[in-house]
């Protein structure tokens, strides 16, 4: 395909993804309420009456402020919702835009590819969802004593809806780090020796992904996508073993050039020939005079 056809491809894929968002978005929309409500739930809130539940040492009190912020929320969680809802689409869109570049053989990936990812990406959001209230307990404990913490709702919901994201997309790497080991441009061995880089980097993506300072919520998004990157590092060194056990010539670069056979192969005993009757001297006159 030439380029201009290449972005067409992607317009298509990216316009069909953009149209399940926006309709899954809109079927949210009759229901945010009910989003809302569940995504306060993790908060430490306040009795009624302003007085602390049991067991906690702080609590906020929840607060709209704002004539448009009720219409502001609802149209943030009803998007988050809809892009969560619309992962198996999505995500069926992005791998189509790469499956024209792929071997008859290696298509078959396809199912695989999408059986894993939307469960990742679910798996991912809702770790966060656990996370948040350990997240919302971290970050009021700095209050003084006698001091009333108030949090805007929308305030909140950008927080929270802000880690369901980030979450979602960090537990997709290892995937896509094994799609690019199946296309065959990342090897498994060149993936398992950059390790050090990638634990550092997911590291610091996940310092700031996560809005507190506390480690607790940073490893809880960091440990497991160094297992899922292990994971995928492993996968990735038996797909290319058994790439090679295939196709020795399999895992070479484009400007290396493959080994050449160059052994021998024995040579079979020779027959004996039996030689021609010689030529009389009056045949040989004759093919003189024919000539």
């Given amino acids: 395909m030439a380029l201009a056809d290449h972005l067409r491809e992607l317009r298509n894929r990216l316009v069909k993804s953009l149209l399940a968002i926006i309709v899954l978005t809109i079927a949210a929309a009759f229901y945010h309420r009910e989003l809302v409500e569940f995504l306060i739930r993790p908060l430490p809130a306040c009795n009624p009456d302003g007085s602390l539940p049991a067991g906690l040492k702080q609590c906020v009190e929840i607060s709209n402020i704002g004539l448009t912020t009720p219409f502001t929320v609802a149209l943030k969680v009803s998007l988050t919702a809809g892009v969560v809802a619309a992962t198996p689409i999505w995500l069926y869109q992005l791998w189509r835009f790469v499956a024209p570049g792929l071997h008859r053989h290696e298509k078959r990936y396809s199912v695989s590819f999408l059986a894993l990812g939307t469960p990742l990406f679910l798996a991912g959001a809702v770790l966060a969802y656990v996370v948040m209230p350990v997240t919302a307990q971290m970050l009021i404990s700095f209050i003084a004593d006698g001091v009333k913490s108030i949090v805007p709702v929308e305030t909140y919901l ?52 996560t809005p507190s300072a506390e480690p607790l919520s940073m490893l809880a998004l960091a440990a497991p996508i160094w297992a899922l990157y292990f994971l995928a590092a492993g996968f990735g060194v038996l797909n290319d073993k058994r790439k090679a056990a295939r196709n020795p010539d399999a895992l070479l670069d484009d400007e290396q050039a493959s080994e050449v056979d160059l052994t021998v192969d024995a040579i079979e005993d020779s027959e004996a020939v039996q030689a021609p009757a010689p030529v009389t001297a009056a045949r040989r006159d004759q093919i003189d005079d024919i000539t």
């Fill in 158 to 209: 950008d927080l929270i809806t802000r880690m369901v994201l980030v979450f979602g997309l960090g537990f997709e790497l290892p995937l896509f780090l094994v799609m690019l080991n199946v296309v065959g441009v990342l090897s498994g061995k060149r993936l398992l020796g950059w390790w050090r880089g990638f634990v550092m980097g997911i590291t610091v993506f996940a310092a700031f992904a």
